[in-house]
Protein backbone atom coordinates (compact mmCIF):
# COMPACT_ATOMS: atom_id res chain seq x y z
CA UNK A 1 0.00 0.00 0.00
CA UNK A 2 1.41 3.05 -1.06
CA UNK A 3 2.63 5.75 1.88
CA UNK A 4 1.49 8.98 1.09
CA UNK A 5 3.88 10.52 3.18
CA UNK A 6 7.01 8.75 1.88
CA UNK A 7 5.55 10.16 -1.56
CA UNK A 8 5.23 13.65 -0.67
CA UNK A 9 8.82 13.83 0.48
CA UNK A 10 10.19 11.94 -2.51
CA UNK A 11 8.34 14.70 -4.95
CA UNK A 12 9.66 17.18 -2.54
CA UNK A 13 13.35 16.04 -2.70
CA UNK A 14 12.74 15.91 -6.49
CA UNK A 15 11.68 19.35 -6.48
CA UNK A 16 14.26 21.00 -4.54
CA UNK A 17 15.38 24.22 -6.11
CA UNK A 18 18.07 23.99 -8.41
CA UNK A 19 21.20 25.92 -8.66
CA UNK A 20 20.72 29.04 -10.75
CA UNK A 21 22.82 28.84 -13.88
CA UNK A 22 24.67 31.65 -13.84
CA UNK A 23 25.91 30.59 -10.77
CA UNK A 24 26.48 27.31 -12.77
CA UNK A 25 28.49 28.95 -15.38
CA UNK A 26 30.34 31.06 -12.14
CA UNK A 27 31.56 28.39 -10.83
CA UNK A 28 32.71 26.32 -13.40
CA UNK A 29 34.81 29.05 -14.78
CA UNK A 30 36.09 29.67 -10.94
CA UNK A 31 37.03 26.57 -10.67
CA UNK A 32 38.97 26.47 -13.93
CA UNK A 33 42.76 28.51 -13.27
CA UNK A 34 43.00 29.40 -16.57
CA UNK A 35 39.90 31.82 -16.81
CA UNK A 36 40.07 35.60 -17.11
CA UNK A 37 38.02 37.92 -15.29
CA UNK A 38 36.36 39.10 -18.55
CA UNK A 39 34.64 35.74 -19.05
CA UNK A 40 33.88 35.87 -14.90
CA UNK A 41 32.32 39.19 -15.73
CA UNK A 42 30.15 38.27 -19.16
CA UNK A 43 28.87 35.68 -16.81
CA UNK A 44 27.89 37.50 -13.43
CA UNK A 45 26.92 40.46 -16.01
CA UNK A 46 23.64 38.41 -16.88
CA UNK A 47 22.61 38.55 -13.64
CA UNK A 48 22.06 42.23 -11.68
CA UNK A 49 21.10 40.62 -8.61
CA UNK A 50 24.39 39.00 -8.06
CA UNK A 51 26.14 41.52 -9.24
CA UNK A 52 25.09 43.87 -7.20
CA UNK A 53 26.34 41.83 -4.37
CA UNK A 54 29.55 41.74 -6.00
CA UNK A 55 29.50 45.56 -5.96
CA UNK A 56 28.14 45.54 -2.17
CA UNK A 57 30.48 42.79 -0.96
CA UNK A 58 34.04 44.78 -2.65
CA UNK A 59 32.65 47.94 -0.62
CA UNK A 60 31.88 46.93 2.52
CA UNK A 61 32.99 48.00 5.47
CA UNK A 62 34.84 44.42 5.95
CA UNK A 63 37.64 45.32 3.20
CA UNK A 64 37.26 48.88 4.47
CA UNK A 65 38.69 50.63 1.31
CA UNK A 66 39.19 54.62 1.11
CA UNK A 67 38.57 54.46 -2.81
CA UNK A 68 34.82 53.26 -4.12
CA UNK A 69 34.77 50.31 -6.70
CA UNK A 70 32.56 51.12 -9.27
CA UNK A 71 32.57 48.40 -12.00
CA UNK A 72 31.76 44.68 -11.86
CA UNK A 73 35.34 44.21 -13.70
CA UNK A 74 37.23 46.04 -11.05
CA UNK A 75 34.98 44.25 -8.44
CA UNK A 76 36.27 40.61 -9.89
CA UNK A 77 39.65 41.76 -9.34
CA UNK A 78 39.79 42.86 -6.11
CA UNK A 79 37.90 40.32 -4.52
CA UNK A 80 39.74 37.71 -6.56
CA UNK A 81 38.25 34.10 -7.06
CA UNK A 82 38.33 32.66 -4.06
CA UNK A 83 35.88 34.88 -2.24
CA UNK A 84 33.96 34.77 -5.76
CA UNK A 85 33.00 31.63 -5.06
CA UNK A 86 32.45 32.28 -1.60
CA UNK A 87 29.86 34.77 -2.53
CA UNK A 88 28.43 32.93 -5.77
CA UNK A 89 26.81 29.84 -3.23
CA UNK A 90 25.30 32.47 -0.85
CA UNK A 91 23.62 33.67 -3.38
CA UNK A 92 22.02 30.43 -4.51
CA UNK A 93 21.28 30.05 -0.16
CA UNK A 94 19.84 34.06 -0.41
CA UNK A 95 17.58 33.26 -3.63
CA UNK A 96 16.25 30.04 -1.74
CA UNK A 97 15.65 31.78 1.42
CA UNK A 98 13.93 34.42 -0.39
CA UNK A 99 11.14 32.53 -1.34
CA UNK A 100 10.02 32.07 2.26
CA UNK A 101 7.94 35.46 2.37
CA UNK A 102 7.67 37.47 5.87
CA UNK A 103 9.97 34.61 7.31
CA UNK A 104 12.95 35.57 4.09
CA UNK A 105 14.57 38.44 5.82
CA UNK A 106 14.91 36.64 9.35
CA UNK A 107 16.07 33.31 7.60
CA UNK A 108 18.74 35.14 5.61
CA UNK A 109 20.43 38.00 8.45
CA UNK A 110 20.38 34.49 10.87
CA UNK A 111 21.83 32.44 8.37
CA UNK A 112 24.51 35.36 7.47
CA UNK A 113 25.32 35.87 10.99
CA UNK A 114 25.87 32.22 11.25
CA UNK A 115 28.35 31.97 8.60
CA UNK A 116 29.88 35.15 10.15
CA UNK A 117 30.14 33.54 12.94
CA UNK A 118 31.75 30.64 11.55
CA UNK A 119 34.75 32.09 9.54
CA UNK A 120 35.73 34.40 12.82
CA UNK A 121 36.08 30.97 14.67
CA UNK A 122 37.95 29.09 12.39
CA UNK A 123 40.23 32.28 11.68
CA UNK A 124 41.17 33.11 15.25
CA UNK A 125 40.72 29.30 17.00
CA UNK A 126 41.95 27.15 14.01
CA UNK A 127 39.68 23.84 15.66
CA UNK A 128 40.91 20.31 15.09
CA UNK A 129 39.78 19.18 11.45
CA UNK A 130 38.85 22.80 9.89
CA UNK A 131 40.99 25.07 8.72
CA UNK A 132 39.47 27.02 5.99
CA UNK A 133 37.50 30.08 6.98
CA UNK A 134 35.46 30.42 3.77
CA UNK A 135 34.31 26.61 4.08
CA UNK A 136 33.21 27.74 7.80
CA UNK A 137 31.31 30.45 6.53
CA UNK A 138 29.44 28.65 3.78
CA UNK A 139 29.01 25.68 6.46
CA UNK A 140 27.25 28.55 8.35
CA UNK A 141 25.74 30.38 5.98
CA UNK A 142 23.96 27.18 4.63
CA UNK A 143 22.78 25.83 8.18
CA UNK A 144 19.16 26.51 7.74
CA UNK A 145 18.79 26.48 4.10
CA UNK A 146 16.06 23.82 4.48
CA UNK A 147 14.54 25.91 6.70
CA UNK A 148 13.72 27.80 3.37
CA UNK A 149 12.87 25.14 1.34
CA UNK A 150 9.83 24.28 4.24
CA UNK A 151 8.93 27.53 4.67
CA UNK A 152 8.25 27.51 1.18
CA UNK A 153 6.16 24.28 1.19
CA UNK A 154 4.97 24.08 4.47
CA UNK A 155 4.38 27.46 5.53
CA UNK A 156 1.87 26.63 8.59
CA UNK A 157 4.53 24.63 10.05
CA UNK A 158 6.24 28.14 11.33
CA UNK A 159 3.65 30.03 11.28
CA UNK A 160 2.03 27.96 14.12
CA UNK A 161 5.28 28.24 16.13
CA UNK A 162 8.66 26.74 16.62
CA UNK A 163 8.69 23.24 16.55
CA UNK A 164 12.34 22.75 16.17
CA UNK A 165 13.91 19.33 14.91
CA UNK A 166 11.66 17.58 16.52
CA UNK A 167 8.44 19.03 15.73
CA UNK A 168 9.76 19.55 12.07
CA UNK A 169 10.33 15.54 11.98
CA UNK A 170 6.92 14.41 13.65
CA UNK A 171 5.50 17.12 11.58
CA UNK A 172 7.14 15.88 8.02
CA UNK A 173 9.17 12.99 8.52
CA UNK A 174 12.25 15.02 7.99
CA UNK A 175 13.80 17.90 9.64
CA UNK A 176 15.24 21.05 7.90
CA UNK A 177 18.74 19.86 8.53
CA UNK A 178 18.00 16.84 6.52
CA UNK A 179 16.69 18.79 3.85
CA UNK A 180 19.64 21.26 3.66
CA UNK A 181 21.95 17.77 3.32
CA UNK A 182 20.06 16.99 0.70
CA UNK A 183 19.89 19.95 -1.40
CA UNK A 184 23.67 20.51 -1.09
CA UNK A 185 23.71 16.96 -2.80
CA UNK A 186 21.49 18.44 -5.77
CA UNK A 187 23.47 21.00 -6.33
CA UNK A 188 27.11 18.61 -6.35
CA UNK A 189 28.61 21.08 -3.38
CA UNK A 190 31.43 19.68 -1.61
CA UNK A 191 30.24 16.51 0.74
CA UNK A 192 31.77 18.25 3.86
CA UNK A 193 29.78 21.10 3.83
CA UNK A 194 26.80 18.51 3.02
CA UNK A 195 27.66 16.57 5.62
CA UNK A 196 27.89 19.65 8.22
CA UNK A 197 24.97 20.74 7.32
CA UNK A 198 23.02 17.74 7.74
CA UNK A 199 24.18 16.81 10.86
CA UNK A 200 24.97 20.86 12.86
CA UNK A 201 22.11 20.05 15.32
CA UNK A 202 23.80 16.70 16.60
CA UNK A 203 27.85 17.79 16.22
CA UNK A 204 30.19 15.75 17.47
CA UNK A 205 33.27 17.71 16.01
CA UNK A 206 34.65 19.31 12.47
CA UNK A 207 32.70 21.34 10.77
CA UNK A 208 29.03 20.70 12.07
CA UNK A 209 30.84 21.93 15.93
CA UNK A 210 31.43 25.01 14.02
CA UNK A 211 28.09 25.40 12.15
CA UNK A 212 26.08 24.47 15.70
CA UNK A 213 28.66 27.24 17.28
CA UNK A 214 27.90 29.88 14.03
CA UNK A 215 23.98 29.04 14.60
CA UNK A 216 24.01 29.47 18.76
CA UNK A 217 25.92 32.71 18.24
CA UNK A 218 23.94 34.10 15.41
CA UNK A 219 20.64 34.44 17.68
CA UNK A 220 22.31 36.98 19.61
CA UNK A 221 22.38 39.33 17.17
CA UNK A 222 19.77 37.42 14.63
CA UNK A 223 17.34 35.11 16.18
CA UNK A 224 16.25 31.97 14.14
CA UNK A 225 13.13 30.73 13.09
CA UNK A 226 11.05 27.89 13.57
CA UNK A 227 12.94 26.79 16.55
CA UNK A 228 13.21 28.14 20.47
CA UNK A 229 16.79 29.65 21.45
CA UNK A 230 19.56 27.28 21.77
CA UNK A 231 21.46 27.35 24.65
CA UNK A 232 24.96 29.74 24.51
CA UNK A 233 27.50 28.34 23.16
CA UNK A 234 30.50 26.75 25.61
CA UNK A 235 33.85 27.38 24.79
CA UNK A 236 37.20 26.67 26.50
CA UNK A 237 38.05 29.24 29.07
CA UNK A 238 41.01 30.72 26.81
CA UNK A 239 38.75 31.27 23.74
CA UNK A 240 36.05 33.47 26.22
CA UNK A 241 37.38 36.47 24.95
CA UNK A 242 37.45 35.31 21.06
CA UNK A 243 33.96 34.37 21.36
CA UNK A 244 33.03 37.94 22.76
CA UNK A 245 34.79 39.53 19.82
CA UNK A 246 33.21 37.33 17.65
CA UNK A 247 29.63 38.49 18.71
CA UNK A 248 30.53 41.96 18.14
CA UNK A 249 31.79 41.28 15.00
CA UNK A 250 28.67 39.38 13.63
CA UNK A 251 26.48 42.43 15.43
CA UNK A 252 28.01 44.32 13.12
CA UNK A 253 27.75 42.37 10.31
CA UNK A 254 24.13 41.63 10.77
CA UNK A 255 23.20 45.39 11.46
CA UNK A 256 25.07 46.28 7.91
CA UNK A 257 23.16 43.62 5.74
CA UNK A 258 19.82 44.23 7.62
CA UNK A 259 20.49 47.65 6.65
CA UNK A 260 21.49 47.21 2.53
Known amino acids: MPNPLAERVARLIDDLPQLPSVAQEALALLADASTEPEALEQVLARD ?59 LWLHSYGAGLACREWVRRVRPPGVSDPDEAFLAGLFHDVGKGVIAVRFPRLYEEGAPGVEGEAKALGFDHAELGRLLLERWTLPAGLAVAVGGHHAPAEGLAAVAALGDAVAWGSAPGVGAPPPAPPTVAEEHAEILAEIQEVVAAGVAEEGAA
Request: charged letters at 20%; proline letters at 3%; glycine letters at 6%.
Open 48 to 106: PALSLRVLRLANSAYYRRSREIRSLSAAIVFLGFRTLKTLIMSSAVHRVLAGAGRLAQP
